[in-house]
Every structure is written in structure tokens, then in C-alpha cells.
């Protein structure tokens, strides 16, 4: 199954160390029976866009609570056995039909991509982590500010290019 988990850079710089993504059980997105409901497609193409869409928002929560971190989302796509898998509670005011949680670590080297926000981004990116709490909280102008980051794509790597997304390229 691919899964799709939200990361920052710090935190891929992390698993570039270390060698694998999370210490189990971690939250990840997913093509899922509660996404499909939600999204209202059969097209997998389109159900993979919207799991990594509910990761990069994920990505920007873990950027609120970490001011320190470079201001751009990290999504990176991971296959995993489906038995690893399982549904994720749904947490927090927006629930996440995507939600997953993978059982245990899971070896950076099951990567089949990498997606972060580009350079451009960080302004955006940076307004939408500092609007979260007040669009948590119902105010229509910090949601908007939120979905602001969303107009930024993040962009595709390939695993072979983490070592210079983490500063530790040739």
C-alpha cells in the first residue's frame, strides 16, 4: 500500500540519519475506503492526489508546532505491506478521512518519492502554519490564509535527490 507521510525537513533530514521514517505506530495518509466516501471519485490517480493533499496539511500542522523548521511542507511516499496498515482514528476539528497509522518503522529505501513545497512557497506556507490555530478555531479569513498554502504544488523528488534536499549533497 502507498502510504503518505507528513514530515518536515528536519524530519527527513532525520530519517535521512537514521535510515527509516518513524519509530511506530506513526500517522500516514492513505487511499482509503473513508477517503473514497469523502472525495466521491474511483479515480486513483485523483484519490492518491487528495491523500497526499490531507499529508501536506499534515506536513503544515507539524510546521505550526515546530517554528524552528524551514517553512516548506514534506510529504514522503512510502509503500508498505498492507498488514503494516491500519485506519486511523480521525483526530482534531478536521477529521481526516485519510488517516492511517503504519504499525513500525518503515526503511527509508521502501520511498518511491519525495514531495516538498519549493522556496517560492515559504511565505504562504509560513502564514498558513501561524493562521492554523484561529482557522481550527472557525475564523473564515485564517482558513483562507491556510488555503492559500494549498495553492502552492509541492514539488516531486526522487529519493535519490534527499541528500541534497537535507543539505548533505555532493
Excluded at 503518505?4 to 527509516?20: I, N
Amino acid at each position: 500500500m502507498r502510504v503518505y507521510v507528513p514530515l518536515t525537513l528536519p524530519g527527513l533530514a532525520e530519517a535521512y540519519r537514521t535510515g527509516e521514517l518513524g519509530a511506530g505506530p506513526f500517522v500516514a495518509y492513505a487511499v482509503t475506503p473513508g477517503l473514497r466516501e469523502w472525495y466521491v471519485s474511483d479515480d486513483t490517480e485523483e484519490l492518491e492526489y487528495a491523500a497526499l493533499g490531507r499529508a501536506a496539511l499534515a506536513s503544515l500542522r507539524l510546521l505550526a508546532a515546530e517554528p524552528e523548521a524551514p517553512r516548506r511542507r514534506v510529504v514522503i511516499a512510502v509503500d508498505v505491506a498492507d498488514r503494516a496498515v491500519s485506519a486511523g482514528p480521525g483526530r482534531g476539528p478536521d477529521p481526516a478521512p485519510a488517516e492511517v497509522r503504519v504499525a513500525g518503522a518503515v526503511p527509508l529505501g521502501k520511498a518511491a518519492s519525495v514531495h516538498v513545497d519549493a522556496a517560492d512557497a515559504q511565505a504562504d506556507v509560513t502564514a498558513a502554519a501561524e493562521a492554523l490555530p484561529a482557522a481550527d478555531g472557525g475564523d473564515d479569513d485564517a482558513q483562507s490564509v491556510v488555503d492559500g498554502a494549498e495553492d502552492h504544488e509541492l514539488l516531486w523528488f526522487a529519493t535519490q535527490e534527499i541528500a541534497n534536499l537535507v543539505g548533505h549533497g555532493d
